[in-house]
């Protein structure tokens, strides 16, 4: 079970925009401004795409935008295209023994 | 270009120990952490701990201590992750990835380059 809780799945055409929320708790996701998003494709490796809860790699679309309120994350991905789907984590630095913490993943699929 | 190059996919037998290699190149490999992670057939990612390539600090998560070990050759710039007594659920891939610090934590939180990452399948 995963220390952050995250939709199993979510789906948009293209062209539309999607929000993947993370719930935390005020141990991780609540009580630091740390949250990063990770895209990963089958059969590859993940890639960063947002660090401190909203701050953009070099290189990452600007489609891609990162919020946080209280204990929840979320990720939004605004025009949609194929090459967006995949899973998506969301992480957390954690005042928790285990200092980084994951969410389960998304899967996002481009209708 | 940043680049993590990992060591190739290794079986093991229950009990066994595996020690994993990633060679760093494109940057200045101690001003960076190398952060481990691994991702079980069909499952999510677990963050495993992160070694400084600077002064060779390490962070453990806390169901893998005293289990696995990291380690940084800054004259060839590579680290090294062994994981030892070696069980079935360990049966993973395995990705290194630079971990930037994060200043106003001062710790390394996040990963920005991985590795293609290494299969390791424990089985008797």
């Known amino acids: 079970q995963s220390a952050l809780t995250q939709p199993a799945s979510v789906s948009g055409s293209p062209g539309q925009s999607i929000t993947i929320s993370c719930i935390g708790t005020s141990s991780d996701v609540g009580g630091y401004n740390y949250v990063s998003w990770y895209q990963q494709h089958p059969g590859t490796a993940p890639k960063l795409m947002i660090f401190?809860?909203?701050n953009r790699p070099s290189g990452v679309s600007h489609r891609f935008s990162g919020s946080k309120s209280g204990n929840t994350a979320s990720l939004t991905i605004s025009g949609l295209q194929a090459e967006d789907e995949a899973d998506y984590y969301c992480?957390?630095?954690?005042?928790?023994?285990?200092?980084?913490?994951f969410g389960g993943g998304t899967k996002l699929t481009v209708l | 270009q940043v680049q993590l190059v990992q060591s190739g996919a290794e079986v093991k037998k229950p009990g066994a120990s595996v020690k994993v290699s990633c060679k760093a190149s494109g940057y200045t490999f101690t001003t960076y952490a190398i952060s481990w992670v691994r991702q079980a057939p069909g499952q999510g990612l677990e963050w495993m701990g992160w070694i400084s390539a600077y002064n060779g600090d390490t962070n453990y998560a806390q169901k893998l201590q005293g289990r696995v070990f990291m380690t940084t050759n800054t004259s060839t710039t590579t680290g090294y992750m062994e994981l030892r007594s070696l069980r079935s659920d360990d049966t993973a891939v395995y990705y290194c990835?630079?971990?930037?610090?994060?200043?106003?934590?001062?710790?390394?939180?996040?990963?920005?380059?991985w590795g293609k990452g290494t299969t390791v399948t424990v089985s008797s």
């Open positions: 992480s957390s630095f954690s005042s928790s023994s285990t200092h980084v913490v």
């Open positions: 401190d809860v909203s």
């Open positions: 990835a630079r971990a930037p610090l994060s200043t106003s934590l001062d710790y390394y939180y996040y990963m920005d380059v």
